[in-house]
T-cell receptor
Framework: NAGVTQTPKFRILKIGQSMTLQCTQDMNHNYMYWYRQDPGMGLKLIYYSVGAGITDKGEVPNGYNVSRSTTEDFPLRLELAAPSQTSVYFCASSYPLEGVNSNQPQHFGDGTRLSIL | RKEVEQDPGPFNVPEGATVAFNCTYS??????FFWYRQDCRKEPKLLMS???SGNEDGRFTAQLNRASQYISLLIRDSKLSDSATYLC??????????????FGTGTRLTIIP
């Protein structure tokens, strides 16, 4: 049971490049989330998904896209990388919070450190 | 007013001391509350849930005050290993029937030898 796995762990991009941050979980969680965390700041929700085929915007969705074709995978795409997107990106997953494991609301991946130069 | 607010700190506390910090929330309908711990350059990890009656886990005590809409975390006999950022998490039901989870920005704690 690997939990939540994010790849890559580190990446440097040039302005205008595109890339996809991968996230997969093997816990059969319905809910998945993408956050970004800037230095010294809290977590800001980018997008989330409550199940395969369903995605919703979070607090800071501009400049990002997501898809959820399977329960396991929730990739985050940057189409035109900008310096403002330099951040640490965390993927997380959970059951519906009223469900079986409501005492463990979210499991996090190790994070992806992304720099846009 | 922010949905979830925390004093960012930093709190610099001598080893062995007791430290407490609060987290306020704006939505009185909030349902569940948690404290997470985040070490530098690591992912957040669940520290403890916060129950209505208050709960204790070793040196850590979490309390909920619904009337004043805040949760608190108290750490007794602080250790160097307690140095971290502590994030509060508030869960409420959204307008669409899904749960909405909001993180505070975190309180940075440094334990000084």
């Amino acid at each position: 049971n690997a939990g939540v796995t994010q790849t890559p762990k580190f990446r440097i991009l040039k302005i205008g490049q595109s890339m996809t941050l991968q996230c997969t979980q093997d816990m059969n969680h319905n809910y998945m989330y993408w956050y970004r965390q800037d230095p010294g700041m809290g977590l800001k929700l980018i997008y989330y998904s409550v199940g395969a085929g369903i995605t919703d915007k979070g607090e800071v969705p501009n400049g990002y896209n997501v898809s959820r074709s399977t329960t396991e995978d929730f990739p985050l795409r940057l189409e035109l990388a900008a310096p403002s997107q330099t951040s640490v990106y965390f993927c997380a997953s959970s059951y519906p919070l009223e469900g079986v494991n409501s005492n463990q609301p979210q499991h996090f991946g190790d994070g992806t450190r992304l720099s846009i130069l | 007013r922010k949905e979830v607010e925390q004093d960012p700190g930093p709190f610099n506390v001598p080893e062995g001391a007791t430290v407490a910090f609060n987290c306020t929330y704006s939505n009185s309908a909030s349902q569940s509350f948690f404290w997470y711990r985040q070490d530098c350059r690591k992912e957040p990890k669940l520290l403890m849930s916060v129950y209505s009656s208050g709960n204790e886990d070793g040196r850590f005590t979490a309390q909920l005050n619904r009337a004043s809409q805040y949760i608190s975390l108290l750490i007794r006999d602080s250790k160097l290993s307690d140095s971290a950022t502590y994030l509060c998490v508030v869960i409420q039901e959204s307008n669409f029937g899904n749960e909405k989870l909001t993180f505070g920005t975190g309180t940075r704690l440094t334990i000084i030898p």
